[in-house]
């Protein structure tokens, strides 16, 4: 049952990250004229499209590689191999989402990082790099100690949720500052909530809600991975899914302290 619900809640959570997506396009071409990469505002309208597909659902989606049911048991390396190269998919959306603006920026004369979203947007940024290179360098590379890993592992873990959570503040951020920008004049203030700030809005709130659902399952204690030595209920429940591959395991009981597997 447990693992039922774990793959109902995944595709929930997987079409509502799509959803975020798919609105943040139909906003910027709706209301803003479309795409396009040769410096003007079209070209900006890559930038909100390409940093909610990556600093928040392909972001996610890596984080959430651990949740897999297939990862509780065997080898962790497909899974960390899975989590660092979703991450780097992000980081490409992020990176490409970045050159949009500057791009743009640029182009039409517009200061660069003036504003509390541009200032948060950099900074989460600049952490999500130097989390991937560290995360790669000591947890996927093998010439890390035991030790060292064991003492890295709450810090990554505590960064990845950090990051992610300063994703979602730098999205809601930018979707009130492009509104502010766009509805400025008197025929369609923002306080009068035409169409386009209920959709914008609208948006945002679902990008909330996403992004709490992704913290709820990566602080769910009974979807996490289980620590090295320990085999639990889900484990042995796991192997009984028709067309799974049984594993010898021996059960031991989760209340038995033992070292848990560096990540």
Do not use: D
């Amino acid at each position: 049952m447990a693992v039922a619900w774990f793959y109902v809640s995944v595709l929930s959570l997987s079409s509502l990250g799509m959803i975020c997506i798919l609105f943040t396009t139909y906003w910027m071409w709706s209301w803003h004229g479309g795409f396009a990469w040769n410096g003007t505002k079209l070209t900006f309208n890559y930038h909100p499209v390409l940093m909610v597909a990556g600093m928040v659902v392909f972001y996610s989606a890596a984080s959430l590689v651990y949740r897999l049911p297939q990862s509780w048991m065997g080898s962790k390396l497909p899974w960390k191999i899975a989590h660092a190269a979703l991450h780097l998919v992000a980081f490409i959306l992020t990176v490409l989402g970045l050159v949009a603006v500057f791009k743009y920026h640029n182009k039409a004369k517009i200061a660069n990082l003036y504003s509390l979203h541009s200032w948060l947007g950099i900074t989460t940024v600049f952490l999500f790099t130097c989390q991937w290179s560290l995360g790669f360098a000591t947890f996927l590379l093998p010439w890390a100690s035991m030790q060292l890993r064991s003492l890295l592992k709450p810090v990554h873990v505590f960064f990845g949720a950090s990051i992610f959570s300063l994703a979602i503040a730098s999205v809601i951020s930018g979707i009130n500052e492009k509104l502010f920008f766009s509805l400025k004049n008197a025929t369609k203030p923002y306080s009068s909530l035409p169409g386009e700030a209920v959709f914008a809005n609208s948006t945002g709130m679902l990008v909330v809600i996403f992004g709490l659902l992704v913290l709820y399952i990566l602080q769910a204690s009974s979807w996490k991975r289980p620590e090295a030595g320990i085999t639990t209920e889900r484990q042995l429940l796991l192997q009984l899914v028709p067309g799974s591959r049984p594993v010898p395991v021996t059960y031991t009981p989760v209340n038995v302290r033992q070292p848990y597997e560096p990540w």
